[in-house]
């Protein structure tokens, strides 16, 4: 039996907040992507909702990133959504055109796949403890949930470049000075700002709210064939040897478990790459 990941509150019929919990820093992986899909379905199918907001069971981790020990094998057969992508762009691509507002309400770490997911909803609040990137370039590998289309488009080339060629974890601070998040709010304060917020759009009418995100969707996101080309470039760069010996020695070091490595996992892996290139060959 597979555990639930996102757990569904229907505080009202126009506003439901979800909570992501999967392990201790919580991973994203094949099952959340089978479970992303279904919620999906039913954002789409309820006729009231106006607003969905989600966060984290995990105080530390939005969402950590991707499990990187899940069955390549598998996730390479899933079968194509309904938008004819790779079921894990799909559930992205839907969830960002959703006829209802979505919010992120980030603590913690949204790295890799956090960031991906938090990227395809349409507000993201953060705390002052939030931290968020895209570090797949210090693997080799390239990030296939589409960063670079959106991030290029929500905080400029330029930056888009920094952080996904940076690969560097992104603080709070500098994510909201560059359109990463809307804005960060005090720790404390951030659960009531955000629900005052949603409770506000839940009041609005459903046809007004998904007009909007509609017409402002089609401003400014990315066609769906700019996402395919990206998960491609994942699949063909990640898991190849040339990494493997970094790969190894941080999972010796405690990678996809609480602590160091993945709290600080920017600089883990620049400090690991250059003793890798500082080293006698």
Request: charged fraction near 25%; charge should be negative; glycine fraction near 8%.
């Amino acid at each position: 039996m597979v555990a639930e990941q996102f757990h569904v509150d229907e505080v009202s019929p126009s506003y439901w907040q979800v909570t992501f919990t999967n392990g201790p820093v919580n991973l994203f992986d094949p099952d959340s992507v089978q479970q992303l899909s279904a919620l999906v379905d039913r954002i789409e199918a309820a006729p009231a909702l106006t607003v969905v907001v989600f966060r984290s069971g995990n105080p530390d981790y939005f969402m950590a990133h991707w499990d990187l020990m899940s069955d390549r094998a598998r996730v390479a057969a899933m079968s194509p959504g309904p938008t004819g992508l790779h079921p894990y762009l799909d559930s992205l691509v839907r969830l960002s055109r959703v006829p209802a507002a979505t919010i992120s309400v980030i603590r913690g770490r949204a790295r890799g796949a956090g960031s991906e997911f938090v990227l395809a909803t349409d507000i993201r609040f953060a705390s002052e403890r939030a931290v968020l990137g895209q570090f797949e370039v210090g693997l080799g590998s390239v990030p296939g949930g589409g960063a670079m289309a959106r991030l290029a488009r929500l905080v400029g080339r330029g930056r888009a470049l920094e952080i996904v060629l940076g690969g560097d974890d992104v603080p709070a601070a500098l994510a909201a000075e560059y359109g990463y998040v809307n804005r960060v709010v005090p720790d404390i304060e951030l659960d009531e700002v955000v629900d005052r917020f949603a409770r506000r759009i839940a009041t609005f009418d459903k046809v007004a709210v998904a007009g909007i995100k509609h017409l402002v969707d089609v401003a400014s996101l990315p066609e769906d064939a700019e996402f395919a080309p990206g998960l491609a470039a994942f699949f063909a760069t990640s898991g190849r040897q040339e990494n493997a010996a970094l790969v190894q020695d941080l999972f010796r070091r405690g990678l996809q478990r609480p602590g160091e490595v993945e709290l600080e996992l920017g600089a883990t892996i620049a400090r690991l790459r250059e003793e890798a290139l500082s080293s006698p060959k």
